[in-house]
T-cell receptor, first 114, second 113 residues
Framework: IAGITQAPTSQILAAGRRMTLRCTQD?????MYWYRQDLGLGLRLIHY???????GKGEVPDGYSVSRANTDDFPLTLASAVPSQTSVYFC?????????????FGPGTRLTVL | DQQVKQNSPSLSVQEGRISILNCDYT??????FLWYKKYPAEGPTFLIS?????DKNEDGRFTVFLNKSAKHLSLHIVPSQPGDSAVYFC????????????FGSGTQLTVLP
């Protein structure tokens, strides 16, 4: 069982280019999340999805879009990358429902926008 | 404005001693608090949680204390081991927030052998 996989592991991207970060989970979790981690700021939620077919905005959604066509996949797209989007991106998933549920994180994608 | 704050970016402790990591929050609507541990080049992993209706939760060497009046929580690790060296993130969930986690900035713990 792989849990959550993210691709690519790292990427260097020219500003203005489009980029999609991939996230796949095999735990049949309903909820999925995208975070970015920046030094001194911790992890900040970009977008989330409570179930397939629905998405919501987190704390820092501008410049990013997501889709949730099925339970397993939750890609994050940067339509036109800017240097401020240089960060480490983590995808996570959890069971939905209840007061809270443990979020399981992928290994991350290190993105550099030049 | 950060709602969850970890004011110590780093902490060094001798093996076998107690490690105390601190976290402060500003939003009184938070009703669950969690600690995550992160090793380099890996995603964070859940460590321990506490509900706002409790003041202590213990799991093996890890204990989390919550002081609601002070809006403060702490993670105690006793005894500390070199394998505990990692970045520790405090996180909180606000009721009605679709279980969104608000993270602190993290504390790098180094346990010296």
């Amino acid at each position: 069982i792989a849990g959550i996989t993210q691709a690519p592991t790292s990427q260097i991207l020219a500003a203005g280019r489009r980029m999609t970060l991939r996230c796949t989970q095999d735990m049949r979790h309903n909820a999925m999340y995208w975070y970015r981690q920046d030094l001194g700021l911790g992890l900040r939620l970009i977008h989330y999805s409570n179930t397939a077919g629905t998405t919501g905005k987190g704390e820092v959604p501008d410049g990013y879009s997501v889709s949730r066509a099925n339970t397993d996949d939750f890609p994050l797209t940067l339509a036109s990358a800017v240097p401020s989007q240089t960060s480490v991106y983590f995808c996570a998933s959890s069971v939905a429902g209840g007061s809270w549920n443990e979020q399981f994180f992928g290994p991350g994608t290190r993105l550099t926008v030049l | 404005d950060q709602q969850v704050k970890q004011n110590s970016p780093s902490l060094s402790v001798q093996e076998g001693r107690i490690s105390i990591l601190n976290c402060d929050y500003t939003n009184s609507m938070f009703d669950y608090f969690l600690w995550y541990k992160k090793y380099p080049a890996e995603g964070p992993t859940f460590l321990i949680s506490i509900s706002s209706i409790k003041d202590k939760n213990e799991d093996g060497r890890f204990t989390v204390f919550l002081n609601k009046s002070a809006k403060h929580l702490s993670l105690h690790i006793v005894p500390s081991q070199p394998g505990d060296s990692a970045v520790y993130f405090c996180a909180a969930i606000r009721s009605g927030s679709a279980r969104q986690l608000t993270f602190g900035s993290g504390t790098q713990l180094t346990v010296l052998p």
